[in-house]
């Protein structure tokens, strides 16, 4: 048998493991406050919102013991799409250019109406030329078809960047098709969050990371290591299987109570040390890294990718004159009363904010991060703080009250 395969089944069918995981991670945490002279208290933040998502769906957060905290951190990229970049895309889908967008974004709300439109969803309601893709690839298929100007809302991480490189790279574009790329990089926002926790630290402290699976598949584990080194405190790569989370949660506390503060990988199975580097010389090839802004958060060093010159007869920003948004530029552009920024950041959490399940709800979203399913108040109003499988969690005696 293949081993991935009987990999694939222990990690799906095997609630014996959870069990055995969940003592486990109770009994490193009391060690923890043995040596450290006082019950441990701490939080570990999952950086990716599919993380968050496993942790809310499955109910993890239940089975964590008292004094160790799951809090999410920034990473869906729809939630940090500016609202300035959206507002410029509008502005081109009532020109005439048809613009191509995921679903998320297109329920995205902007903080300013353009021509009376909040959304790409309300800018094609109001005439604005917008289609919903899946894909650049659809895009492609798409304006190859109709030949009208159009452009690619390129919104996402590194997960997507090698598709977007491929299509400049490999001459796939079509003459009329640009791409406008709102790519952000993870590490520089990872470092970010964890900076401003550090300097005003929330109580309990945050003393580990579970790094996002699907963009180390890409970056490779050693993007994680100047965080691992900076803030001394252990990062693990992990999967999407509620198993996975919970074994990064004792793989971080168990280099904690070791004195470690490395780098680890619980998802072997798809991501490596040095991750994809096909994939990274494509984006090297066409992307240049440059500073970017990140709703809600603000501009960020060397964050973002910009199509390189070579390809800018594809580059939306040069083809239709869009200029980059100037530091001094950025407000905190998210809408009042919206605490989406410190959500994102883990300093609140979504029942934080008085509009919770009142004026934001997934189906009437306010605020960037109740639109997207790697939203966190999406999540969380979708599947509740504790998550669906708390009720049988209950039952089962696992949890008492
Ligand atoms: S519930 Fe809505 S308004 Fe409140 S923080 Fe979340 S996204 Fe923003």
Redesign the pocket.
């Known amino acids: 048998m293949d081993p991935r395969l009987l990999v694939e089944a222990v990690f799906r069918e095997n609630p014996q493991l959870a069990l055995q995981l969940r003592s486990y991670i109770a009994k490193l945490l009391e060690k923890l406050g043995e040596k450290w002279g006082s019950r441990a208290r701490l939080k570990i933040m999952d950086f990716c919102g599919t993380h968050e998502w496993t942790i809310t769906h499955y109910g993890l957060r239940t089975l964590m013991p008292k004094g160790l905290e799951l809090v999410a951190g920034p990473g869906c990229p729809v939630?940090v799409t500016p609202s300035w970049e959206l507002e410029e895309a509008m502005k081109l889908s009532f020109k005439g250019v048809t613009v191509y967008t995921y679903g998320d974004s297109y329920r995205l709300r902007t903080v300013s109406p353009v021509n009376g439109a909040y959304s790409l969803a309300e800018a094609r309601a109001l005439g604005g030329s917008v289609k919903v893709v899946t894909s650049i690839y659809d895009a492609i298929a798409d304006a190859r078809k109709y030949g009208k100007e159009a452009v690619f809302l390129g919104i996402g991480f590194e997960t997507v960047a090698p598709g977007y490189a491929h299509a400049l790279l490999a001459g796939l574009m079509p003459e009329n098709l640009s791409l406008m790329s709102l790519v952000r990089l993870t590490p520089p926002a990872m470092f970010y969050s964890l900076s401003i926790l550090r300097e005003k630290p929330p109580e309990p402290p945050v003393m580990g990371v579970i790094a996002p699976g699907h963009v180390s598949t890409i970056t490779g584990a050693k993007a994680w290591v100047p965080v691992a080194e900076a803030f001394e405190i252990p990062v693990v790569v992990a999967g999407f299987e509620p198993i996975d989370v919970m074994m990064a949660v004792a793989l971080i506390l168990r280099q904690l109570l070791q004195g470690r503060a490395e780098v680890e990988i619980e998802y072997k199975r798809a991501v490596s040390f040095d991750g994809d580097l096909r994939a990274q010389a494509a984006i090297h090839k066409a992307f240049e890294v440059s500073d970017a802004a990140w709703r809600g958060i603000g501009f960020l060093p060397r964050s973002g990718l910009r199509v390189r010159e070579k390809y800018s007869e594809h580059d939306a920003r040069t083809r239709y004159g869009i200029r980059e948004m100037r530091v001094e530029e950025w407000k905190k552009d998210?809408?009042p009363?919206?605490?989406?920024a410190?959500?994102v950041l883990g300093k609140?959490k979504?029942t934080?904010?008085?509009?919770?399940?009142r004026?934001?709800t997934p189906s009437t979203?306010?605020?960037?991060?109740?639109?997207s399913m790697e939203?966190?108040?999406?999540i969380w109003?979708r599947f509740g703080e504790g998550g669906v499988t708390e009720d049988m969690v209950r039952e089962l005696g696992l949890l008492e009250g």
């Open positions: 939630c998210t809408p009363g919206c605490k989406c410190e959500v609140a979504p934080d904010c008085p509009l919770f399940l004026k934001c979203p306010y605020g960037p991060c109740m639109v939203g966190t108040c999406a109003a």
